[in-house]
């Protein structure tokens, strides 16, 4: 499926949080209480580079960075602080690799403390990032990541690397174990997690990721929106039957995209000629209260389907013993399963879906799991919804009857 008005913001809160992220200075301090005495030799070009660094040239202060690391003699105090004042200088630049260098060398002077390490890793990737640079900058945040840091901007920064370097394998496994992680802790996965999973599966043509993300929005996240095109997808599935016309415009009335007239028009039609005009009752009803069906100079046909609809139910209840006995009688159960489902939209809830289980136990069946279908459907109707859902969940026709039954599972989940 291509979800394409969901997926465009796959990467939004991986860019919102490397935006937040420090575009210039960490804010470091001359870290002279941390350094040992420095001669003027060193410490008037490092004076120098200071001044430049607060006024914003940075390129001029490497240079003058560069001066101080010239002298020859230097004390591990005044090493410190020209690696220091580098990476200051390099960070304003955007010169990530320069930044780089500062840190192995402040790292091998041993004056870094675990969390002045995370943050000056934190800042690497992010200046690297920023460049576009999206190997060294996945590179840093991992780093981070795997050496303790738990700034999300990291994992942003990460998962903004992974992406736009087509690593799409790993997103979609990280990001699946963390919506499974939210799931499980009783939390609902953000909706750009699901929008990063969902936008990698298209990318790397994963049916199998796609289709979760999917689930998981329509658990969490469920919208007429997201409904209308998850619904118009199903329908153009390879080897999607038209049989089940009806069925998905029953989903769109469910779940609030019915568009328009015809849509009202033609399942109430639809389920009259099934032997549900009861149904078919209820829909125009609907219509009308929607200010749909009723109105301008097509108020009178859709009056008189009201009334075909009140015509068709007295036929129907006073033919209902005998073709209820024609159904019992008949070899094959698929007029039980019809009946059954008829019954239970008449009200006589318990008593249709038994005739569902008898049509359906008799076999013989010409659509065996469009039957098994129609039980579920019977069963939520009937207020039943668990049992509805275990039933739907062994429907495995390849044709539109397993998809149409997992999204009523997912309908029915609805608070």
């Known amino acids: 499926m291509k979800f394409k008005t969901l997926a465009s913001a796959a990467v939004g809160a991986a860019a919102l949080v490397l935006g937040a992220a420090p575009a210039g200075q960490l804010g470091f301090a001359t870290a002279s209480a941390q350094a040992d005495a420095v001669r003027p030799e060193v410490g008037k070009p490092l004076k120098d580079a200071s001044a430049l660094i607060k006024a914003g040239k940075y390129k001029d202060a490497l240079g003058k960075i560069q001066e101080a690391s010239g002298v020859a003699g230097r004390t591990a105090g005044e090493n410190y602080m020209i690696e220091y004042m580098r990476f200051s200088a390099a960070q304003g630049a955007g010169d990530g690799d320069t930044m780089a260098h500062a840190f192995d060398a402040l ?135 038209d049989r089940f016309n009806l069925d998905v415009l029953r989903l769109r009335l469910a779940t609030g995209n019915m568009r328009g007239v015809d849509d009202y028009m033609e399942l109430a039609q639809l389920a009259a000629a099934a032997g549900f005009p009861e149904e078919g009752k209820v829909v125009v009803e609907k219509g009308i209260s929607a200010g749909v069906l009723g109105q301008g100079d097509q108020g009178a046909r859709h009056k008189r389907l009201l009334d075909l609809m009140v015509k068709k139910i007295g036929e129907a209840k006073a033919s209902q013993a005998a073709d209820e006995k024609a159904a019992k009688d008949a070899p094959q159960g698929d007029a039980q399963v019809n009946l059954g489902l008829a019954e239970v939209m008449r009200g006589q809830g318990a008593q249709g879906v038994q005739l569902i289980k008898d049509g359906i136990d008799k076999g013989n069946l010409k659509h065996p799991e469009d039957a098994k279908l129609y039980l579920g459907l019977a069963q939520y109707l009937a207020g039943n919804a668990s049992a509805a859902q275990a039933t739907w969940r062994t429907v495995k026709g390849s044709d539109g009857s397993a998809d149409l039954a997992h999204l009523w599972i997912l309908q029915s989940r609805k608070k």
């Open 107 to 241: 790292k091998g002077l041993g004056r870094l403390g675990a969390p002045q390490q995370l943050q000056f890793m934190y800042a690497i990737a992010g200046t690297y990032s920023r460049a576009n640079d999206n190997a060294k900058a996945g590179t840093w945040a991992d780093r981070y990541v795997k050496e303790g840091g738990t700034d999300p901007g990291a994992k942003a920064i990460l998962t903004r690397s992974q992406f736009l370097s087509g690593d799409m394998t790993t997103i979609i496994k990280n990001t699946t174990d963390e919506i499974n992680a939210d799931v499980k802790a009783g939390r609902a996965p953000s909706m750009d997690k699901l929008n990063l999973l969902l936008a990698a599966a298209d990318k790397k043509g994963d049916g199998n990721a796609q289709a979760f993300a999917v689930e998981q929005m329509l658990n969490f996240y469920p919208s007429p929106k997201l409904w209308a095109q998850v619904l118009d997808q199903t329908t153009r599935k390879k080897g999607f039957s």
